[in-house]
Nanobody, 117 residues
C-alpha cells in the first residue's frame, strides 16, 4: 500500500508562483505526477515524471510549470510560474507503482490552487 501526502497550494495573484510537493511511502514507484480538476470539468494530467526522469506536460502548462523528483525521498515537486486564472483547480498528486505495463495508481487528498486578483 502506498500513502500519498501533498503540501502547498493556496491563493495567488495572476502571474504569481506556487510550489506543490508530494511525498509517497512504499516501493516500486514508477511514476509520480499531478492532475487537476476544475469545477464542472474532468480531471486532467498536468505533469508527470518517471523514475528515469522522463517527463510529460499538458500543453496548457508547457513553459510555465516544471516537475522534478527526488527518488531517494519518493518526493515530487511541481513548480508553477506565470499562473493564470484558468489554472484554478484542485490539484491531486498521483503515484503509480509497478511499471509501464502493469501498475496501480494511488492518489493524494487534493490541494486547492486559486489564481485570482
Amino acid at each position: 500500500q502506498v500513502q500519498v501526502v501533498e503540501s502547498g497550494g493556496g491563493l495567488v495573484q495572476p502571474g504569481g508562483s506556487l510550489r506543490l510537493s508530494c511525498a509517497a511511502s512504499g516501493s516500486s514507484i514508477y511514476r509520480m505526477g499531478w492532475y487537476r480538476q476544475a469545477p464542472g470539468k474532468q480531471r486532467e494530467l498536468v505533469a508527470a515524471i518517471t523514475s528515469g526522469g522522463s517527463t510529460n506536460y499538458a500543453d496548457s502548462v508547457k513553459g510555465r510549470f516544471g516537475i522534478s523528483r527526488d527518488n531517494a525521498k519518493n518526493t515530487v515537486y511541481l513548480q508553477m510560474n506565470s499562473l493564470k486564472p484558468e489554472d484554478t483547480a484542485v490539484y491531486y498528486c498521483n503515484v503509480r507503482a509497478g511499471n509501464a505495463f502493469r501498475y496501480s495508481d494511488y492518489w493524494g487528498q487534493g490541494t486547492q490552487v486559486t489564481v485570482s486578483s
